[in-house]
């Protein structure tokens, strides 16, 4: 009897030692995953070197256009922005009609400011083109989804889904 309750103590002790021993679970991975990517996010937004990928546009008074499929795309710098995103919308100036270029333009950010909240970040920023200026309004999720708003005073407001992802680093510049 008495051998029969140790062996039965036995098989427990190591069923329980070899269930906590198995490192980490499924739903872990996921939380350390997330974390790492909030704090991807975190250290893009407070270098203030990151790049916006547009996946839907939403231009005013109009359906989504998907854009995934182009190479749309912002790419932010401490001191210079960087902008090739198309326009669908309505232009107010004879300066924007024939001009299909979007918003492509370049430059210094006169404005460029972060704040953070509880769960995301927003940027605003300032930036003059050559024949317009462009105000740009991101708000980024914690893990990286964003939505952009861009006006100018030249053409109506118009929206972007996607996300921001790190700069890519190459060996020249």
Do not use: C, H, W
């Not at 427990?12 to 490192?23: D, E, N």
């Not at 940027?123 to 939505?147: M, W, Y």
């Amino acid at each position: 009897m008495k051998t029969r309750l140790y062996i039965v103590v036995l098989i427990l002790s190591v069923g329980i030692t070899t269930s906590f021993s198995q490192g980490k679970t499924k739903g872990d991975l996921k939380k350390d995953n997330k974390l790492d990517k909030r704090t991807q996010v975190e250290m893009m937004i407070n270098d203030r070197e990151f790049v916006f990928v547009p996946r839907i546009a939403l231009p005013a008074g109009m359906r989504p256009v998907n854009i995934s499929a182009n190479q749309y795309g912002i790419k932010f710098q401490p001191d210079f922005i960087d902008s090739y995103m198309p326009f669908f919308g309505r232009a107010y100036s004879a300066v924007a009609f024939g001009n299909d270029t979007g918003f492509s333009f370049k430059g210094k950010p006169e404005k460029f400011t972060t704040e953070k909240s509880k769960r995301s970040f927003q940027i605003n920023a300032l930036v003059k083109g050559e024949a317009d200026i462009f105000r740009l309004f991101l708000s980024v999720g914690s893990e990286g989804s964003a939505s952009l708003s861009i006006s100018s005073d030249n053409r109506s407001t118009i929206s972007y889904q996607g996300e921001i992802f790190a700069p890519e680093k190459t060996g020249t510049k």
